[in-house]
C-alpha cells in the first residue's frame, strides 16, 4: 500500500504564509504482479471539527472504510481557526493533486469523491459550490478541482438561523457579508456534482435543517442527490464502529446508523464509482 505524506502547498509551489494546514495523507493500494491492473474511483476525506480542530474519528477510520470498498482514499489535513478562502483553496488543491497523480494511483480521474463530516461537509459543500471562486482561481488556474460526487455527512451547510453558531464564525472571520455568502443553500446551481446527503432528527449540534434546506436547493437547481434522514442518533459518529466509539453501550444506541456508508457506497456504484479491469 502507498502510505505518503503530500506537503501540498509545496507541492504546488504556493506561499505557506503561516497556514498549518494543507497536508495530504494518501493511503492507496498498490499494483501487484500477479493481478491485472484496475482503475479505481478515489475518495477525499474532509474531518469536521467546527473549523477550530479535526477529528481523528473522522480522519483514518473514514479512509479505510473506503479503501476497503476498493477507493483510492486520502485525508486532508486543513488549516484550522482560519477563514475562508484558505480551507478552500486547500481542498481544492487536495483535488487537483489527486488527478494529477491519476495514472499513479491507478485512479480514474473522473470518479473522484469528496467525503465531509460536520464542518469538513461545509468545506465538502464549498468545494461543490464554490469551485470556481476567483481566490481558487487565482491559487489553481483552470486546474480542475470540481469533485465528481459529493458526500455529506451531518454537515454544517447554512450559516444562517439553523446553523452551528462558531463553525459559521470561524470560516467568515466574523464577516457578516461573507458569512451570508457561504450559507451554501444559496449557492448551489446545476454545474454541482451530485449530492448524497445523511443526516439525523435528534443531532443537537448541526440541525437537521441544514441538510433539508439544502436538499431543496439541490431539487430546484437540477441537481441530483440522496437524501437520508435517521430519526435517532447524535452528532459525530464518523463511521459507528469500534474504532470511532469506544463505549459498547453508546456503539450499541447507534449501531443502525453504521448502514450510512453502505447506502453512500450503493449510490456511487450507480453513479460509475466501481474498480474496473
Known sequence: MYYEKIDLYEHFSLPRE????????????????DLCEKSRPAMLV?????????SAREEEPVAMRFLAA??????????VKTAYPVPLIEAAMAMAFIR?????????????????????GHLAGMLSTLFNDPPVRAALGDRLVRPDAAILSYAVLSTGVNTHGSTASVISGGDETLRAGLSLEKRVTADCPPMFLWHTLEDGCVPVENCLLFAEACRKAGVPFELHIFEKGWHGVSVVSRETE?????LAKISHLAIWADLALSWLKTRGFEVRI
Open 246 to 250: 469506544v463505549q459498547e453501550e453508546a
Open 100 to 120: 494529477e497523480r491519476a495514472d499513479m494511483y491507478g485512479i480514474d480521474p473522473t470518479k473522484v469523491g469528496v467525503v465531509g463530516f460536520s464542518a469538513g
Open 70 to 79: 476498493g477507493f483510492q482514499s486520502f485525508v486532508l489535513e486543513y488549516s
Open 46 to 54: 474532509l474531518p469536521g471539527g467546527g473549523y477550530e480542530v479535526l
Open 18 to 33: 503561516g497556514h498549518e494546514g494543507g497536508r495530504l495523507t494518501v493511503y492507496c493500494r498498490e499494483r501487484y504482479g
